[in-house]
């Protein structure tokens, strides 16, 4: 596990992945589901990469508080989530292209999940970290489109569509599930141009502090923002 230096640990650029049974890459200490540390095991800057027939980009394994900056990628045929971040992660994901995400259609997945939203549906722990994700086209993503218990999380221009002509029931879960801090609330959430009007359950936010939503169609399903706690005075909107 990283202690100091992580910056620009793992730079990848203009690099191609394809046909592996198990996530390209594993923000970890040990690749697996057992990882000897779940530390910061250091930044990833990815530019210019493609993913090809895999069970996911990347996989949480450990990694916890790891940065990952991804800029003009493309995933194609995920057998499970296109991105499966560590918790408390600082994710920026733009200028991008998925399609094909969970084709094993688990209903945890989807185009973007963390490993707590990718483990279970509601977690008790703290889950810290931030999402970022602009400019992205997200095409037959089965199940869900992004579920994160990120606390910062800011999305825009990013759009889903069904271009495969896959049954309306293969969209069952949510478009957006944003639940943050252990379930109990994102800090804020941001949400500018998003359009993903076919997945059944729609949105569901809990933001503690702050939410903005500006030009979103979930097509005709429910939208929920909710406190996190009981006893959470709201969150201011817009």
Not at 21 to 37: E, F, K, L, M, Q
Not at 107 to 116: E, F, I, L, P, S
Not at 149 to 165: K, L, M, Q, R
């Amino acid at each position: 596990a990283a202690t100091d230096g992580t910056n620009d640990r793992h730079q990848f650029s203009y690099v191609d992945f394809a046909n592996t049974t198990d996530y390209a890459i594993a923000a970890g200490s040990r690749h697996g589901s057992s990882p000897s540390s779940n530390a910061n095991v250091g930044n990833f800057t990815l530019d210019h990469v493609t993913f090809s027939n895999v069970k996911g980009a990347v996989s949480h394994g450990s990694g916890q508080g790891t940065v990952f900056d991804i800029s003009y990628f493309e995933v194609n045929d995920a057998s499970e989530s296109c991105f499966l971040f560590p918790d408390d992660s600082v994710v920026r994901l733009y200028e991008g292209e998925m399609d094909g995400c969970n084709q094993d259609y688990s209903m945890q997945h989807g185009a973007v999940t963390d490993a707590t939203s990718g483990a279970s549906g509601s977690s008790s722990g703290t889950v810290g970290g931030s999402l970022i994700i602009e400019n992205v086209s997200i095409a037959n993503s089965e199940a869900n489109l992004i579920r994160s218990f990120a606390e910062d999380i800011y999305i825009s221009n990013v759009s889903a569509s069904n271009t495969a002509g896959l049954h309306d029931s293969v969209f069952a879960r949510y478009s957006l599930r944003l639940l943050g801090n252990g379930g109990s609330g994102t800090h804020s959430a941001v949400i500018n141009n998003f359009d993903a009007t076919m997945y059944d359950y729609g949105a569901k936010i809990t933001a503690v502090d702050a939410y903005s939503l500006t030009n979103v169609n979930i097509g005709d399903h429910p939208m929920a923002i909710l406190p996190g706690t009981s006893t959470t005075t709201g969150p201011v909107g817009d």
